[in-house]
């Protein structure tokens, strides 16, 4: 079973596990995202956020290779990945999920699951097993089944392993797709997770991350304030592609900049990282950034 979520120690800035130097996207004229310099260690719980429009998903895009930087530089795990497509990244250990679940409808839960570990279960064998262990074997599939299984379990999607995705609810669609992420054992994840949830979707997504053990690190985007206030170590606050600010929840909810341009400039408190209950939103946070296309 999954260890019990906790905040792992510092991580160490010589050492990160995934490192960003002045990367940036540009869509002709449009810089969507410009100069971003990141650091997350392993274990880090980081949290991206800011207002519709400011980069947010194209960053996380960047990160897994599903889009190309027009400059700057990517480290993970002490290589450079910067040129490396997302099927490289993916079998280094980065692992990404979507606002939109990305699941084979006609499949059921399980077998989502079990088709998105199979990559990584071959390559474990091909690297240290018997001869032909790659092959897909009866044997080794309902092995692996019987894992996939047991990762359900754990983000509490067990109870409809055999149902088809296609007749899921969103909230449980996202649970399967976590499960299928982490079924490779990344060891970044790079998720969305609240995005088009209820409160109490959002609040069983909550527990679920809190759980995650601390050898993985996750980069999430979330609207919802609260949310990185309870999960998150590090906050990374993007404003038209750029780094506005970036710190420890607290920090960055006393930030006066961060208030003008993510809150609105308001004077309370209430609405700041880890101060409101979760599911609660910002003006903005209704729907998923889509304000500007190219930089989300």
Known sequence: MTAAWQHPAPPDPARPLLALDGVGRRYGPLAAVAEVTLRVGAGERHAVIGPNGAG????????????????????????????????????????????QPALADSLSALDNVALAAWPHERRATDRGGPRGGGLWRPARYRALRTRCLDQLAQVGAASFADRPAGELSHGQRRLVEVAAALAGRPRLLLDEPAAGLTEPQAQRML??????????????????????????QQVTVL?????????????????????????????SGSTTPGSTTPG??????TTPDSTTPERE
Request: avoid cysteine; charge should be positive.
């Open 56 to 99: 947010k998903s194209t960053l996380l895009a960047l990160i897994a290779g599903t889009v190309r930087p027009s400059a700057g530089r990517i480290h993970f795990a002490g290589r450079e990945v910067t040129t490396a497509g997302e099927a490289r990244r993916a079998r280094l250990g980065i692992a990404r999920t979507f606002q």
């Open 207 to 232: 527990a679920v991350l809190r759980r995650l053990p601390a050898v993985g690190a996750l980069v999430l985007v979330e609207h919802d304030l609260a949310f990185v206030g309870a999960l998150a």
């Open 239 to 267: 404003h038209e592609g750029r780094t506005l600010a970036g710190g420890t929840p607290a920090e960055v909810g006393a930030d006066p900049r961060v208030r003008e341009v993510y809150l609105g400039g308001a004077a």
């Open 280 to 285: 609660s939103t910002t003006p903005d946070s």
